[in-house]
């Protein structure tokens, strides 16, 4: 009952404006003193680790700027094996699997297109794994693999938060949600990463292209050349969210539901 009153509460709202709104509060420069109590409000009520970003709770201009800070020099230790698929953020895994019959589960009862999620791009493979972050976590999104971004798709639309009373009830939520594509290739083949955004500001940005999430922009799709080594940057949210990766069959995973990931470490070896 209680997933059910939050799920009709939201539909109410017109989720993408108010996500703007948000993310013109969450840009907004205040006056010093009022930022650090805003910011010592959010550390308190979500408890994020201060000791391993880069720089301290008085260096931050904004709330954006927080919550899309850096991690300090050997944060994150990269697992190196030639075998290793690593986590691309800090966050939780919700579900992992191979996928059948061109499906992935959400919730029970709830499923979404692998074609969907990919806005028509063909599926690069059959594994997948979605990892969710909370808003105490690390919010940029590192490649799992080496390899080339070589070619993107950003798919507008709505913003329906993703925190799991939300996951159960609303019917294709990944595929539903605005969402930044990300097509690598690798020496194991090629890996998709989906930057999907949530309510509340909504915005993704990559490092490949100029495209900013919920701000206006159209529909968008190219091919791009850019080489990046192993758990670099890709992109970062503003606000949310979750990742989804579509990975191929020569990988085994090495998480299960509701593991804990780190950025860098082992989620799933080369077969």
């Known amino acids: 009952m209680k997933d059910a009153l939050i799920v009709s509460a939201l539909s109410l709202v017109p989720k993408n404006l108010v996500s703007r709104w948000m993310g013109v509060f969450g840009r907004t420069r205040f006056p010093a003193v009022l930022q650090r109590l805003l910011l010592r409000a959010y550390v308190r009520k979500y408890g994020p680790d201060l000791d391993e970003c880069v720089g301290g709770i008085d260096d931050f201009d904004s709330l ?13 230790p990269v ?15 919700s579900v992992v ?8 589960p959400q919730a029970p009862g709830l499923d979404y297109a692998v074609a969907d999620l990919l806005g028509g791009l063909a599926a690069p493979g059959v594994r997948y794994a979605v990892l969710y972050l909370s808003p105490r976590d690390y919010h940029r999104v590192h490649t799992p693999r080496e390899g080339r971004v070589v070619r993107f798709r950003y798919v507008p639309g709505r913003l329906w938060p993703v925190f799991p ?17 990300c097509w690598l290739e690798t020496d194991v083949g090629p890996i998709a990463v989906v930057m999907v955004g949530a309510f509340g500001v909504g915005r993704i940005r990559a490092v490949f292209t100029d495209i900013i999430a919920n701000s206006g922009a159209s529909g968008a799709a190219g091919g791009v050349e850019h080489a990046l080594d192993r758990c670099a940057e890709l992109g970062r949210f503003e606000l949310g969210s979750t990742v989804v990766l579509i990975c191929p069959s020569t990988i085994e995973w090495e998480i299960t539901p509701g593991a804990t990931v780190r950025l860098g470490t082992r989620i799933a070896r080369v077969r």
């Open 97 to 104: 699997g191979t996928v059948e019959g061109g499906r992935i």
């Open 79 to 93: 697992d190196a094996r030639p075998d290793s698929i690593v986590s691309p953020v800090d966050g939780v895994c």
């Open 165 to 181: 009373a939300a996951v159960r009830r609303i019917p294709e939520l990944f595929a539903r949600n605005e969402r930044l594509v």
């Open 64 to 76: 954006t700027a927080f919550f899309t800070r850096a991690l300090r020099p050997g944060a994150r």
